[in-house]
Every structure is written in C-alpha cells, then in structure tokens.
C-alpha cells in the first residue's frame, strides 16, 4: 500500500481536511492496488517501489491564441518530493521486449490491451499536426521501430512524409519548446497502433492558432483519413477561422480533451471552459484513462486520469499541475444530436452544449508509452533516448489509428457519431472523475468549489448545492464526460454501422392480385429512427411508403427481388432484399 503524506496548505480550509484525507487515502489505496503491473511492466514480488511526478513537454498555459501541447513526461524522482506518486516497476521482462526500455507501454501492450490487431491499416493515411520542426523524427522513427521489430516506417519507403504548413518540404524553426517530444509520441504512437498506414506530419511554422489552422487543413488537403491533434487552449480563444478549420466531414479528426481536468482546474484559475478543438463538435474529444495491466499485458483494470484534486495537496503549495484529464460542458458549443438523444445526457447538466470526451485511452504518464526521441532542443527535458510518456497527447493518435485500422471514416460525415452507435462494444470505465473529487461525489469529498477556483467538480452547483452534473466529470456506467462510451475493445466500435431493415411478406402471390410486405427497422444511435423508406419492387418501379406496402406486380412466372433502402434522421442507410416468385 502506498503511504500518503497529506499536506494542508493555506488553500484549504480546516473545516474540509478531515473528510478530504480520508477520501484521498481510499483512493490512493485503490490506485496503489491496482498498479502491481503499472506501465508495461510484469507484476513481480520483487520489484522496486518507485517515484515519479508529471512534468510537461511545453509551456503548461499557452500565450492567447495559441496552444499548448499535452504531452506529459514521466520524471523520476526521490522519494518524499511534492507530488511524487509511487509505482512499481519489474526487475526484469519474462519475455524480450514484454517492457518499454524506460519500463513504460510497449507497442504490444497497447494491441493486447485493447484488442487491436498488429496488421491492417493498408490505404489508410494518418496525418499528425504539430508545431515547429524535430529534425531527427525520420531518423527517431527508424530506431524506435528497430527496437521492436515493426514494420519499417520512413521517409526513403514513403511510409513517413513530413511537411511544412504549406505542404512543401521547407521545414518550420526547429522546436526549441516542447513540441519535438510531443512529435515523436505521436509518431511512434501512430506507428505502433497501424503498421499498416502511412503517416503524414505536418509541422505548423509556430503554436499560434492562425498557423495550427492552416496545417490542419493542409493534412486533409494532402489525403489524410484520420488527423491526430495532441493540442489546445481554452475555449474563449476560438475563432471562426480556426474552428472551421477542424470540420472537414468524412475524415476523422481526433482531438485530446487536454491535461487540466474538469474546466482546466488544474490551473487554480477559474477558466471554467473546456479546451480546443476537442469541445468543438466536429472533433472525436479523447479523454485520459490509467491503464493497469496483468502478465500477459492483459488489460486488469481502466480508471480515469487524475493526479490533482484530492489525490494531490502539493499543487497547492508548490503550484505545479500534475495533470488529470480535461473536459467539461462547452460554453460555446453546440452538442450533436447523438449526445443530447443519450437517455442519461439530463444528468450532464451540459443541457443543450457539447460535453467532451467522446471516448478514451491511456493518458496517465505513470501508465505511460515508451518513446525514443534524441533531438535535444533548448527546452526540452529529459535528455535524448527513450523515456515514458503520457498525456491526453497519448490518447488522440491511439484513437486516431484505431480508426484506420478499422478503415477510417467509412463515409460517415462525422465519424464521432460510429462510437455512440456501439456503445456495448467499448470497454465502459466506470472508476475516477476528471473533476477535483475525483469521482468520489459529495459523500465523499467536501466541496471543492467553495475555494475560489471555480466550478472545479460537477457534483456541486456554484452555490453547494449538489448537482445533477456528475455525469459530466465523474465515470458511470455507459456514457460520461470523462471517457465518453468508453476505451478500445477491439475494432468493432470504430467500424461503420447504422440502422437495419427486414422484410415479411408473402414469398408466392399471384400476378394481378395485389399483396402487403411490411418493413421491420431498428437503428443503435441514441435517438435515431428510420425516416424515408425507398421499395425497389424488382419490375421497374418503385415507391416511397413505410409500414405495411402493398404492390400488384403484372407478369406472372417469374422471380423478382424486393430491395428496400431506408435512411435515418442522421443520414445513414441500409439495405434489405426479400425474394418473391410471382405465379
């Protein structure tokens, strides 16, 4: 069991400490039991206890109008450091690279734990927007997939293309920021979940909003399906120009939910916003989880990311955020029918405004990816090799080749509407909150929101009273804010569905005499219904009724083919055929 040091700081008041420790010691003692196999690495009853804080790629609150990456790097530290959280990692690997080199997730570990397959992803193109220049991500790229033994990936075999906003090969400055590490767990990330798919990254010449815009339509100018965005600022910051930018129907854009928790709480300053792009509603919003896995990289157990809040007392003294998965109820943003139809969307209290996250993957730096970057930037800590990353930087490319793998967009205009046509299919993580209690709810965590800092957990409203709004920073059964329908199971959430249709009638009628079928519809998106019905009768007509559809068809002796098409209120079809012989 992990043992807590809890601090009270001059931020919090006397009156809450008590319940607040108890709360933060349950949950400590979850997280302690949970993470015997914690980044890729074998449960042993050896191993080492460990400590390790979050520290951030790039600059943790951006300059207006521009944006921030979320990468977040795993620091080892000495034990009793503010913020530390202790993890073990194994003395060894049962088998040859079952552990990262820094004793984070391996490529592996991500295919076995979420159910994907290690080939596919042919004829699909996964395009990464980022800032500024890595000159040695080709070169990185190569001996990452060396290491592993993946499929070759560069810049020679065209598998890699790396480009300027503009599309030319002139590249930006070279990052002296962040964003380098940011580029290299987002290409190797790609590579990793997709062998198959070839990888477009385009480099913005700056983090300035104007400048990330243009990429992004750059990347789907270039033939990406999927486009990963690990990036983002507040939403106040939104312009029109830059919101457009990210509604490109039939490609799927990905974007994290960001690493300040519920309304950026993290930052102590009353934002009380969600960040872009991920609160836009043209966007797949990837929220944060901790990923805890077995021997066999099995995956035992998928909670919410959150290091704040009640899990951390130090920020308040030293100010550092140590991350947890952003979201929130948009305050300028519409959310899309499939949201709003959820039989459980009342209990949001977002009301008519979008919520992110859509869906979820790994984000917790302690449960991290292993990544090999060697480009050593002003800036950029640690120093060149291999080290674990995590960051809802992390999640968004994971997704976004889960997508290609199951074959992109598949013509869906806006592909975030496939996950909330599968919501059995995803692994539901129903443990944590992206909120400051951390899913404990009032009973267990007194009220955050009564320090000054905002609306810092949705279970309180800003007067204290409880709310209906937990759904919207605490993990339930079925959808939530923090992890959306849930974390990859396989492929089949990412896959193209929609409404079904099934013929009854008589198979032999009479020519002359006229005869009733009938048309059985169901559709799995929250709110859908079959809207237009299209008969195709087989002898050169048609009609247009639903229900029962009576038809006389005037030629005996022979067989002809019913073919019904309907289409639903989102715009999606399907098909029946229903064989008739005609005497």
Aim: proline share 5%; with cysteine; glycine share 14%.
């Amino acid at each position: 069991m992990r043992h807590i040091k809890v601090r009270i700081s001059r931020y919090w008041p006397a009156a809450l400490a008590g319940a607040a420790a108890v709360a933060l010691a349950a949950t400590m003692t979850a997280a302690a039991t949970a993470a015997t196999r914690t980044a890729g690495s074998p449960a042993q009853p050896h191993s080492v206890t460990l400590y390790a804080v979050g520290k951030r790629a790039c600059a943790a609150v951006p300059r207006p109008h521009t944006a921030t990456c979320y990468a977040e790097i795993r620091e080892l530290v000495k034990k009793g450091t503010p913020g530390a959280r202790a993890f073990k990692r194994a003395a060894g690997a049962i088998n040859a690279g079952a552990i990262g080199p820094a004793g984070g997730l391996t490529p592996g570990d991500l295919a076995t734990a979420y159910g994907l397959p290690t080939t596919g992803g042919h004829g699909q193109t996964v395009a990464i927007v980022d800032a500024y220049n890595d000159p040695n991500i080709n070169a990185d790229l190569q001996t990452f997939d060396s290491h592993y033994g993946l499929a070759a990936c560069s810049t020679t075999n065209g598998c890699l293309r790396v480009v300027n906003q503009n599309g030319g090969a002139t590249p930006p400055p070279n990052d002296t920021s962040g964003w380098s590490v940011e580029e290299s767990l987002d290409v190797e990330a790609v590579h990793s979940v997709c062998q198959g798919c070839k990888i477009i990254l385009v480099e913005a010449n700056s983090d300035f909003d104007s400048d990330l815009g243009i990429a992004e339509n750059r990347a789907v100018t270039l033939g990406a399906n999927e486009v990963s965005n690990s990036f983002g600022s507040a939403e106040r910051n939104s312009t029109t120009t830059f919101q457009n930018a990210f509604n490109h129907p039939g490609v799927v854009i990905t974007a994290s939910a960001g690493d300040d928790g519920y309304y950026d709480y993290d930052m102590l300053s009353a934002v009380n916003q969600p960040g872009i792009p991920a609160a836009y509603n043209t966007t797949v919003s990837v929220g944060g989880t901790s990923l805890y896995l077995g021997q066999s990289a099995a995956r035992q157990s998928e909670t919410v990311w959150n290091d704040n809040g009640a899990r951390d007392y130090d920020q308040q003294i030293t100010g550092e955020a140590l991350g947890a998965s952003g979201g929130g109820c948009s305050t300028k943003f519409s959310a899309q029918p499939w949201q709003t139809s959820l039989s459980t969307w009342g209990s949001t209290g977002c009301g008519s405004k979008r919520l992110d996250s859509d869906v979820s993957a790994v984000g917790d730096y302690l449960t991290g990816f292993d990544v090999y970057d060697s480009y050593n930037c002003s800036q950029c800590r640690p120093a060149p090799g291999w080290f674990t990353i995590g960051g809802t930087s992390l999640s968004s490319p994971i997704i976004a080749a889960a997508y290609a793998l199951a074959g992109g967009a598949q013509g869906v205009p806006y592909p975030a509407l496939t996950l909330y046509g599968h919501q059995g299919n995803a692994h539901d993580v129903t443990t944590g909150g992206d909120g400051w209690c951390a899913g404990l709810g009032a009973a267990g965590c007194p009220n955050p929101n009564s320090q000054g800092f905002g609306i810092v957990d949705c279970a309180y409203t800003a007067g204290g009273a409880v709310a209906v709004g937990d759904r919207a920073c605490d993990a339930l059964a079925g959808y939530d804010g923090p992890t959306g329908v849930g974390s990859p199971n396989g492929l089949t959430m990412f896959t193209r569905t929609g409404p079904s249709a099934t013929i009854t009638g008589p198979a032999t009628v009479t020519h002359g005499t006229g005869q009733t079928w009938h048309a059985t519809t169901t559709d799995p998106f929250p709110g859908g219904a079959v809207t237009s019905y299209h008969w195709n009768w087989g002898d050169g007509t048609t009609s247009t009724t639903s229900g029962g559809t009576a038809h006389t068809y005037a030629t005996g002796g022979v067989t002809r083919t019913i073919t019904l098409t309907v289409t639903d209120n989102y715009g999606m079809t399907a098909t029946a055929t229903y064989t008739v012989h005609v005497s």
